[in-house]
């Protein structure tokens, strides 16, 4: 089964067995692809990543139009905007942010990660919009870090800060949506929100199971 970017079924798998699944109409004799890889990210990361893992670049209609790009890389609304100098800049420091940060996950402590991961909010959020993608992986690191030390209230913080974002730029059947969902529902059910905790675990059951 061949990659694209803009998929029309996913694949889970239950052990051995794979479960393919449509996720719009199919026509007959229409090609069937799945998505190798995370589809948050934009073109440039997206074919960098397929290069690097599977040797081949795409040229879906998504890599093509590069539609989705502006919103995944939102630039902050301000009245003096950064300019393109700096924008690219920016997007450098952070594609290195990201690697130094999956290099260092293997040898710091969980203080030390958190470290990386606000310093490098910090500084990001000077010219990204929190809805941005990198501004997004960071966060979800943070939580992730913030899981593992079982700092429940961090982590909901930068859950809650994920959430839109994300149901924004993936698309409505992703299981990174779903599965934030239920990250957020056990975090408010851990912490007495009984009401936010029901009303996230039924967004579980609209994302996934409904679709
Ligand atoms: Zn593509």
Redesign the pocket.
């Known amino acids: 089964m061949n ?4 998929p029309n079924v996913i694949v889970t798998y239950k052990g051995t067995l794979a479960e393919v699944r449509a996720v719009r109409e199919i026509e007959p004799g229409e090609e069937i692809f799945s998505s190798y890889i995370d589809l948050l990210y934009p ?1 440039e990361d ?2 960098d990543r397929l290069r690097d893992s599977y040797f081949f670049s ?3 209609r ?2 093509t139009t590069k539609e989705k790009d502006k919103e995944k890389l939102e630039i902050c609304k301000l009245d003096d905007p950064p300019s393109a100098e700096t924008v690219k800049d920016m997007i450098r420091y952070a594609r290195n942010v990201i690697e130094e940060f999956r290099r260092a996950k293997h040898y710091k402590s969980p203080s030390e990660l958190l470290e990386i991961c606000e310093l490098s909010l910090d500084k990001m959020g000077a010219v990204f919009e929190d809805s941005n993608v990198y501004m997004l992986h960071m966060m979800y690191q943070a939580m992730g870090v913030c899981l593992y030390v079982q700092d429940w209230e961090g982590a909901l913080c930068y859950g809650q800060k994920i959430i839109r974002p994300y149901s924004k730029h993936y698309p409505s059947y992703s299981l990174n949506v779903a599965s934030m969902w239920l990250k957020l529902g056990r975090l408010y059910m851990t912490l007495k929100n009984r009401t936010a905790g029901v009303k996230a675990l039924k967004r579980v059951f609209i994302a996934w199971f409904l679709h």
């Open positions: 990659h694209s970017c803009c073109t997206r074919n795409c040229d879906c998504e890599c």
